[in-house]
């Protein structure tokens, strides 16, 4: 079956230093990918996409990469801060349209 | 907008007594789904609707029952609640783009 899974479930980085986080996925055939943040006690929050006909996107802070040839994801925060200290979790969008989550990595930020 | 709310906040329930998750969304989004995190996990598909009157099952459907008669409704119905029911339960929407926006949950405890 489909799976989405990380490798790390912590990650400790000094504030100001970048983060990568990353994501291995089952599905080859999968079209849409996104990385969620989750504080503790909310709801997930979306913090950016990537289809699977690019390679590399780009945010506020965040970049995502996609290998498709190792089905491995990462998502890389630069300069990392207090704030981003939360779960994140990788998601994939299958061809029925379902979202399915992977088992999230805990980013700790050492001030 | 609201974007996504869900009552109750918290809920403490006995063995086989039921109850209803709601949910509501005020963006006209047509795909609305449920799901549960348990501890150090990722959130898994319960049940989801792509627009009012068309439900379908996600990863983990037993024990629950939805429907949609709205475009704005979503609830999750607890027929004969069970200890691993327990959980903290996410309803999401999501439009035409694929950003999906989550509620801030409920936490339900099943003695």
């Known amino acids: 079956g489909e799976s989405v899974g990380l490798h790390l479930p912590t990650l400790s980085v000094q504030e100001g230093d970048n983060s990568i986080i990353n994501c291995a996925y089952s599905?080859?055939?999968?079209?849409?990918f996104i990385w969620y943040k989750q504080e503790s006690g909310k709801g997930p929050q979306f913090i950016i996409d990537i289809r699977s006909n690019m390679d590399k996107r780009q945010g506020q802070r965040v970049t995502v990469l996609l290998n498709k040839t190792v089905k491995h994801l990462s998502l890389q925060i630069a300069a990392t801060q207090p704030g981003d200290s939360a779960v994140y979790f990788c998601a994939e969008i299958n061809q029925g349209g379902k979202l399915i989550f992977g088992q999230g990595t805990e980013l700790s930020v050492k001030p | 907008n609201a974007g996504v709310t869900q009552t109750p906040k918290f809920q403490v329930l006995k063995t086989g007594q039921s109850m209803t998750l709601q949910c509501a969304q005020d963006m006209n989004h047509e795909y609305m789904s449920w799901y549960r995190q348990d501890p150090g996990m990722g959130l898994r598909l319960i049940h989801y609707s792509v627009g009012a009157g068309i439900t379908d099952q996600g990863e983990v459907p037993n024990g629950y029952n939805v429907s949609r008669s709205t475009t704005e409704d979503f609830p999750l119905r607890l027929l004969s609640a069970a200890p691993s029911q327990t959980s903290v339960y996410f309803c999401?929407?999501?439009?035409?783009?694929?950003?999906?926006?989550f509620g801030p949950g409920t936490r339900l405890t099943v003695l």
């Open positions: 599905n080859s055939a999968s079209d849409y």
């Open positions: 999401a929407s999501r439009g035409s783009y694929n950003e999906q926006f």
